[in-house]
């Protein structure tokens, strides 16, 4: 299955015509062939994600995939951290506390055409921002206060921000405000995505 994957990858790879600017980032071509693949347990696909990972949570915000920063001929890379993403994940660097509420906006974009269905799972790949509190009024009802925004790509390889539902948060969250309204709040950001097989992945992190 990660040999397919990896085939749809490298076609949908040989099928991107643009021409890189002269600092293009090689780690992007791993970041666009392990997302393909699900990212299959090895040193660079790991690498890859931990950079995908570091761009979300940076500041100011980073698409996770520049895919218009992939050159056709690089078969490595040098850029990008050696840590994993745990570490990540156990750093002290994620005190951002983003706003989502009302966010339409456009990130980057490359003009690239992604409109084929190869590029399904590009288009597949979201970022999500959730701040969630709840907790019972004084006059008895129970105040919800959702912030949700979602970043994605659309068919032109242009980033986007819009606004979210709960609905859209992913089963695989650990956000779990429950029945009735106890006190709750919840703040992460996630990201997920389908490879070429239409097999999900799914990261988060809470801060």
Same mark, same amino acid.
């Given at each position: ?149 979602? &970043?994605?790509?659309? !068919?032109?390889? /242009? =980033?986007?921000? *819009? @606004? +979210?539902?709960? &609905?859209?948060?992913? !089963?695989?969250? /650990? =956000?779990?405000? *429950? @029945? +009735? ?5 919840? !703040? ?20």
């Amino acid at each position: 299955m990660i040999r397919r994957s990896l085939a749809g990858a490298l076609t949908a790879l040989a099928a991107l015509t643009c021409a890189p600017p002269a600092s293009a980032y090689p780690v992007d071509c791993a970041i666009l062939l392990c997302l393909a693949g699900g990212f299959p347990p090895s040193e660079p696909c790991l690498r890859a994600k931990a950079v995908m990972m570091q761009r979300i949570l940076s500041i100011p915000f980073q698409p996770p995939l520049q895919i218009w920063n992939c050159p056709l001929q690089a078969s490595s890379w040098s850029d990008g951290p050696e840590t994993g993403v745990n570490e990540i994940r156990s750093g002290t660097t994620i005190g951002w506390h983003p706003d989502p509420s009302g966010i339409v906006e456009r990130v980057a974009g490359s003009g690239m055409d992604l409109s084929g269905p190869e590029y399904a799972f590009l288009r597949s790949l979201r970022v999500i921002r959730l701040q969630y509190r709840q907790q019972m009024g004084t006059d008895g009802f129970c105040a919800r206060e959702p912030r949700i925004a979602i &970043g994605r790509y659309d !068919r032109r390889a /242009d =980033f986007h921000w *819009g @606004p +979210g539902r709960t &609905g859209d948060i992913p !089963r695989t969250s /650990d =956000f779990r405000p *429950g @029945p +009735g309204c106890r006190p709750y709040a919840y !703040r992460s950001i996630m990201i997920d995505w389908q490879d070429v097989s239409g097999n999900p992945g799914f990261e988060e992190v809470r801060y």
